[in-house]
């Protein structure tokens, strides 16, 4: 558990899966990125699927619901999917009360971050929670990109419709909860920002979704424009580094946080942070 001001945060595993390791790296040669992410027989490197817990204030927010169990065997063994579970299963293995989420918050509705979302029988996991997701994004979901198609599956969220609170950019949630949407990875990604008696911690999604991305350069190529992805790594790790963040890795197979420092040429994690 980490305290940020009025808050408590926590770490939730929901289970792990595995994406092509040069999907995940773009540009970077093999020869670098396979030493912090060594990949499988397929090429593929292990991810973690790991929500965001904030306890305080009366509200318990959940931060992205994972992959959930929506997958047949075909996917299963493309994706490597391993011990994924739905949030509220995650939530009660943690030790909590799945009935206690107010509100969730989902970064983007890509099928690793919104999946768990809802059942097979397409029902919502948390009916009684408000969910939370940017107006921009919810409106790509239903025409997206040839290349970010294969990362919507409209049973993770249709049944949203009409009771979803579509956010309009950046904005406060709560008293030190802050989003900031980000456009590279998918237009209107939302990352919260959650600040209090001098620490913050930044929930980094796709931006950063591993430790070995926490340099400008290291980009997906799952992005739809990575030289705004690169841009906006600029100024957000540039921020994390001056104010001493802690980045919430949504991804990363070892770290559930890091701080990050500018190094000679570029950013790089200084020191993990456990939660
Ligand atoms: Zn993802």
């Known amino acids: 558990m980490l305290k940020v001001g009025p808050y408590e945060l926590f770490a939730i595993e929901s289970g792990r899966f595995a994406l092509d390791g040069g999907a995940m790296f773009g540009i970077v ?3 670098l990125w396979e030493r912090p992410c060594p990949p499988d027989p397929q090429g593929r490197i ?7 817990l904030i306890r305080g204030k009366g509200r318990t927010w959940l931060v992205d619901t994972g992959i959930g169990d929506k997958f047949d065997e075909k996917s299963n063994s493309i994706y490597r999917i391993e011990g994924a579970m739905l949030p509220d299963e995650a939530l009660r293995r943690a030790g909590f009360d799945p009935a206690d989420v107010t509100d969730v918050l989902l970064t983007h509705l890509h099928f690793d971050h919104a999946g768990g979302t809802t059942r097979a029988d397409g029902s919502l996991v948390f009916p009684r929670a408000r969910h939370y997701v940017q107006r921009v994004q919810w409106e790509w979901a239903q025409r997206p990109s040839m290349k970010d198609r294969g990362s919507y599956r409209p049973e993770d969220f249709r049944v949203l419709a009409g009771q979803v609170t ?3 950019g950046r904005g406060d949630l709560a008293p030190g909860i802050e989003v900031l949407p980000v456009d590279g990875h998918t237009p ?6 959650i600040r209090g008696d001098g620490k913050a911690v930044f929930y980094c999604a796709d931006l950063v979704p591993t430790a070995a991305h926490a340099r400008a350069p290291w980009i997906m190529a799952y992005d739809n424009e990575p030289m705004k992805t690169a841009a906006e790594k600029v100024e957000l790790l540039g921020r994390a580094a001056a104010e001493g963040w802690i980045l919430f890795l949504e991804h990363d197979a070892r770290y559930a946080g890091i701080r990050v420092r500018r190094g000679a040429k570029d950013f790089e994690m200084m020191e993990g942070v456990a939660f």
């Open 29 to 31: 040669p093999r020869p």
């Open 46 to 52: 292990e991810l973690a699927l790991r929500l965001l």
């Open 166 to 168: 579509l956010l309009e």
């Open 188 to 193: 209107a990604m939302q990352l919260p920002l």
